[in-house]
């Protein structure tokens, strides 16, 4: 959930765990910021996927357009105001619940604090090793490319 997010988007991992061929992307070149870093994010493409909250008794599907990137990150997707829009939900984030309406009632999406701790220990994790090998790589450009040989 972001709900300071302008899009909603999906890693590519997601959509080949879910088997979708990557023929079904449709062609974007618009680029976003704010997903890496200083970086802008070119997504490979955009794709509608059916989106269901809910259960059998009280369940809703809506049609989302997802910006697909290539970035790996420990999340499957991410929701922002597109999909809140579409779907009338409303986030607590302190409580990490969505709530939206349903044909028999109000739909209450929701986590266990645990899981979200883990999410952002994978997520710490992986940022870690991206910036130490970032500070290796330019380690290695300030080195001596031949090592000095040794004096008796």
Same mark, same amino acid.
């Given at each position: $959930?972001?709900?300071?997010?302008?899009? !909603?988007? $999906?890693?590519?991992? #997601?959509l080949d765990e879910m088997g979708?061929? =990557?023929? !079904?992307?449709?062609?974007?070149? @618009? *680029?976003?910021?704010? %997903? $890496? *870093? %200083?970086?802008? @994010?070119?997504?490979?493409?955009?794709?509608?996927?059916?989106? #269901?909250?809910?259960?059998?008794?009280?369940? =809703?599907? +809506? #049609?989302? #357009?997802?910006?697909?990137?290539?970035?790996?990150?420990?999340?499957? /997707?991410?929701?922002?105001?597109?999909?809140?829009?579409?779907? $009338? @939900?409303?986030?607590?984030?302190?409580?990490?619940?969505?709530?939206?309406?349903? *044909? =028999?009632? %109000?739909?209450? %999406?929701?986590?266990?604090?645990?899981?979200?701790? +883990?999410? +952002?220990?994978?997520?710490?994790?992986? /940022?870690? @090793?991206?910036?130490?090998?970032? +500070?290796? /790589?330019?380690l290695r450009g300030r080195s001596?490319?031949? =090592?000095?040989?040794?004096?008796?």
């Amino acid at each position: $959930m972001d709900g300071g997010s302008g899009l !909603n988007i $999906m890693y590519i991992k #997601t959509l080949d765990e879910m088997g979708i061929d =990557r023929t !079904n992307l449709r062609p974007i070149r @618009a *680029p976003f910021h704010g %997903v $890496m *870093p %200083v970086k802008q @994010a070119i997504p490979l493409g955009q794709i509608d996927m059916p989106v #269901t909250f809910g259960d059998q008794s009280n369940y =809703r599907t +809506e #049609t989302l #357009t997802f910006d697909v990137v290539g970035i790996h990150r420990t999340f499957h /997707a991410i929701l922002g105001r597109p999909c809140y829009v579409k779907f $009338m @939900a409303v986030p607590n984030y302190t409580y990490l619940k969505l709530k939206m309406p349903g *044909p =028999r009632g %109000v739909i209450t %999406v929701g986590t266990s604090f645990y899981r979200a701790y +883990e999410c +952002e220990v994978k997520c710490y994790g992986h /940022a870690t @090793a991206v910036i130490a090998s970032k +500070e290796l /790589a330019t380690l290695r450009g300030r080195s001596p490319k031949k =090592r000095p040989t040794q004096r008796n």
